[in-house]
């Protein structure tokens, strides 16, 4: 296959990790993924499965050696099932995720994993990096929504538990060894994955606080008086807001002027008494009391989407600017406010006029904590400062008792601050764990720990 042919495989979607593969191959069927596997453990050629190719730590992109064969999942994008009864659909792993909600809610069903990548994500590649998102809040990572596996392992089997029990007790439970692993145990080929009843109501609020502090007040607040109709809440910064409605055509701010913080509330339910009237007097009582200086709830299709633009469009305004510290971090919910605050003060001490824009899933403690250059730096005079502010920013999660990656991942981007901080009972286990299962060390070396 010619380097034109393979580019796009070769690097990440962000073009911030780039390698050479040896090639690509794009089965058709779990049969073809297990003679390929089979043939590169013949040959000694290690193999790197990918999706959607939309990770952020390089977990699927290949080295630049030119000798890791990629294999390429999107071919195998069938629903082979939807079961609203049962609860479950069983799906291939090349199946993108947009397609899937698609399908699922043709059935009146709700598939509630939801990221902003979900328009060319894979499903085996959510469940490879056991991904999060906006609604962890109410139904959990990845994690949650897989009720059983189809793996291909290293030497070539199969292992297959398609059956979708939502009970089963029977022995150790051999699918969260591939769930998170990112390809360096198998390769998810199928899954069968947790659907929910489509709710009957979903209402999406946009809400303005004073502080971080008032927005992680709200939170608990809320979480108290309306349990697990919250399904998402998420916080975001008038900073963040200016820039994207300054950068991003068509996104506006649905409130009359800048506040300092904001979250994005969605509530939720199958059936019950109306949720509208009862959010617009619970709002209501909340802008009485000061906690909320202004909101708005959706009146329609598209102000959701505005609403919910004005999240994801964070990503494409910082972009913008050039090279930029991305970072998936969390600490317990209670520290969100006071990690952010001490981050700030961090980063404006490592670099006087660096651009802070913490933002994320707050209902679950996940940050996205990102810094932007100085606008009176260059981009490449900023590159230098971009691994130190991490390494610093890492540290100081590490004083919350947080992790360095919640949803993303290690891949090759975060091994060595990784390394770093697994304690060496669990570093014995994940190695013995993959000399077991892998011991030709072929399945994407070099991920989560460097190559021995």
Request: proline share 5%.
């Amino acid at each position: 296959m010619s380097l034109e042919l393979t580019a796009k495989y070769d690097q990440d979607w962000t073009g911030d990790h780039v390698g050479r593969s040896l090639a690509v191959v794009r089965p058709r069927n779990v049969e073809e993924v297990a003679a390929v596997v089979r043939w590169c453990g013949a040959n000694n050629v290690p193999a790197v499965p990918q999706g959607g190719n939309t990770g952020l730590v390089a977990a699927a992109t290949p080295s630049g050696d030119g000798r890791e064969l990629i294999i390429s999942l999107e071919l195998m994008n069938s629903i082979r099932s939807i079961d609203p009864a049962d609860g479950v659909a069983v799906v291939e792993a090349g199946c993108v995720l947009a397609d899937l909600k698609a399908a699922v809610e043709e059935k009146g069903a709700f598939f509630p994993l939801s990221i902003g990548s979900q328009g060319s994500c894979q499903i085996g590649g959510t469940i490879s990096t056991n991904a999060g998102g906006i609604n962890v809040v109410r139904y959990g990572m990845a994690r949650s929504l897989v009720m059983g596996l189809e793996v291909v392992l290293p030497d070539g089997r199969i292992f297959r538990d398609l059956r979708g029990l939502h009970k089963n007790n029977t022995g150790y439970d051999l699918k969260q060894m591939f769930i998170g692993a990112e390809g360096t145990l198998g390769i998810v080929t199928a899954a069968a994955v947790k659907i929910q009843p489509k709710p009957s109501q979903c209402e999406t609020m946009f809400l303005a606080t004073a502080s971080i502090e008032d927005t992680i007040r709200l939170f608990h607040r809320i979480r108290q008086d309306a349990g697990d109709l919250i399904s998402a809440f998420e916080l975001m910064l008038g900073t963040s807001i200016q820039r994207v409605c300054e950068t991003e055509q068509g996104i506006r701010n649905p409130l009359p002027q800048l506040y300092p913080a904001y979250a994005i509330v969605e509530v939720s339910a199958t059936g019950g008494p109306p949720l509208r009237a009862w959010l617009e007097s619970y709002l209501a009582q909340h802008l009485e009391e000061g906690q909320l200086l202004d909101g708005v709830i959706a009146e329609s299709g598209e102000q959701v989407a505005n609403i919910w633009n004005l999240r994801e469009g964070i990503v494409e305004s910082q972009a913008r600017l050039g090279v930029y510290l991305r970072t998936d971090v969390s600490t317990p919910i209670s520290a969100v406010a006071d990690f952010i605050a001490k981050g700030t003060e961090l980063v404006g001490r490592l670099v006087p006029g660096a651009q802070v824009h913490p933002y994320g899933h707050v209902g679950d403690g996940n940050l996205h904590f990102n810094v932007l250059r100085p606008l009176d730096m260059t981009p490449s005079d900023f590159q230098p400062h971009i691994h130190r502010i991490e390494a610093a920013l890492f540290e100081l999660v590490d004083k919350y008792d947080g992790s360095i990656s919640a949803e993303h991942g290690i891949g090759i981007a975060k091994r060595s601050a990784f390394r770093a901080r697994v304690d060496s009972v669990q570093r014995d286990l994940m190695t013995k764990l993959k000399n077991v299962i892998d011991p030709q060390g072929l399945m994407s070396p070099g991920r989560i720990f460097s190559k021995e």
